[in-house]
């Protein structure tokens, strides 16, 4: 097989979540338990940090792995969806998973002729955790995929340390409607006697944290009960967090919601300090300083360009949301939006958070789940919102650059599938 055909196959033949939605999620550990065993458990053997959570859960996880790596050890990291490369997904070091691995344990798979058939993600979980236990990684820091309880990450049984980085209504098809049935899934990660950190939390969903731990025996601690840092500075390039424990802190990452995700992140390395790993205050300013560098990390409030002021962000829920439009309304700029969104997310609620004086640019992603530009713009336009429709958002990215003036701004998002599109876009020219 050719690297591209064996893609073809893992987006082609197995269910997809980013194709399909609800209908390629199969609940329960059992097939990804058995194709781990299969390839010989190589989960068992890997020491984990666990992250799950609605919102930042990618940003905290790669944020650690930084540091991880700049303190010298070895880091795996498993991160989802991607957005170009399918690679992404699966690091040693900040480098992507060789091709012919990918390929090496697809056709192994076809060869074992198993009567099992695996979601693609169990799949490539299991890809993942094999590949690290190869790598012989000192540690692997994993995304949760969807929910915790049952996600396919979740047989790891022993962990290092779980973070939990807050709780929004996102997937409520298939993780509960309310916050707090929502919490109880994510909070599935939770094992015997594993310290366990939580980023933001409130009165409603606190509860079945504490209840979670108590009965784990966990060690819970909540970044939103202590103040992580005095002040923040922010540039066009960095925020800079004053008087941490580990000192003053510059982070590439500017979107305003990285304040809790740092809160967050602090407090995930000030446990794991205490649990005796070898992380110094130089360590964590290098690593978090270099975080996009050193893992790959995009697509949050990242800027591509100046003039005029371009923006790209795969904020995709009204919890995201929520922290962007308040980031949007303090840039006094003409505003150009391109956005597009999934049919199954809660698209009323994020236009509700939207700017009304802005220029909008009405797409979708290429995704069967997609929402399609006419659908959007007729919803918009129960808010307020008028605009074009293009098919694509390149098409649309084309005409808002046509339109801005070099003082204005550009914003594409609304799905992490249209970033990659866009990014696919823009890579071939």
Sequence with gaps: MTYES????????????????KEAYKPGLERTVALSDAFGSPHSRLKVIHVGGTNGKGTVACSLAAVLQSAGYRVGLFTSPHLVDFRERIRVDGEMIPKEKVVDFVERFLAMKMDIEPSFFEFTTVMAFEYFDEMQVDVAVVEVGLGGRLDSTNIVKRPELCVITNISTDHTDLLGTTRKEIAREKAGIIKWGVPVVVGESDREIREVFDNKAFVEHAEIVYASDRQRFDSVDATDDAFVYHNTVFGTITSPLIGNYQLKNMATVLVALDTLRRLRWRISSENVKEGLADVLALTGLYGRWTRIDDKPLTIIDGG??????????????????????????????????????????????????????????????????????EGECYA?????????????????????GGSIYLLGDFLRHREAK
């Design 6 to 21: 064996t893609i073809e196959y893992l987006t082609g033949r197995l269910a997809s979540f980013s194709k399909l939605g």
């Design 316 to 385: 995709h829920n009204e919890g995201g949301w929520k922290y962007m439009s308040r980031q949007l309304k303090s840039i006094k700029r003409r505003k150009h939006m391109v956005i597009g969104f999934v049919a199954d997310k809660d698209v009323a609620a994020i236009l509700k958070l939207l700017p009304a004086d802005a220029v909008y640019y009405f797409t979708c992603p290429p995704s069967k789940r997609a929402l399609s530009p006419a659908e959007l713009s007729e919803m918009a336009r129960k808010y307020g919102i």
């Design 392 to 412: 694509t958002v390149d098409d649309a990215y084309k005409a808002a650059k046509l339109a801005a003036a070099d003082d204005d701004m550009i914003f594409i």
